[in-house]
């Protein structure tokens, strides 16, 4: 049973980072943490992820973590996170367990969850409006100016499923 909508409870997770850190959710001391679920072989996913990075750098110093799960191994995880420039960490599930505990029905799949583990916002597969309305969500959680990330004129599709 998937549980990858808004208002829903996110379970707790504990995952290893290709900096070979530990990351648990709601233990970091974020006030939203943003849970990508993606693979390195997705091109949804490489779409998504340069607005994925414009996210982290907007709001990361306002107290959003960003996370990217990848469902494979570590050294493409760690090839994909070195040939995008990606400056957020990219956690290792190649056994599927947490993917299996949320349940995605496709990748990307996005969640904002918040400090008290309820998912706040979600966005499935690229879309620009969604990404545009997540940030607001974001900006309005943490008190701060919303950032449009995913600009209607910057030469990719409005909308692309995973």
């Known amino acids: 049973m998937s549980i990858v909508s808004p208002g829903q409870s996110a379970r707790g997770f504990s995952l290893s980072g290709i900096d070979g850190k530990i990351y648990t959710l709601n233990k970091d001391g974020a006030h939203l ?4 679920f993606f693979k390195t072989t997705c091109p949804t996913c490489m779409l998504a992820w340069p607005y994925l990075e414009r996210l982290h750098q ?3 110093g306002a107290g959003l973590a960003v996370w990217g799960i990848s ?8 090839d994909l996170a070195s040939n995008h420039g990606s400056t957020f960490p ?13 349940d995605p029905e496709f ?8 400090r008290h583990g309820q998912i706040a916002d979600s966005v499935v597969a690229f879309d620009k409006a969604k990404l ?5 969500t974001i900006a309005a959680r943490l008190g701060v100016p919303a950032a449009i990330i995913a600009p209607a004129d910057d030469g990719n599709p409005v909308f692309k499923p995973g």
């Open 71 to 78: 469902q494979d191994v570590r050294d493409l995880s760690a």
């Open 132 to 136: 545009n309305h997540l940030s607001q």
């Open 90 to 102: 990219i956690l290792i599930d190649s056994d599927l367990r947490i993917s299996r505990t949320y």
């Open 33 to 36: 943490t943003l849970a990508v």
């Open 107 to 114: 990748v990307p799949t996005i969640l904002l969850i918040d």
């Open 58 to 60: 907007t709001y990361r």
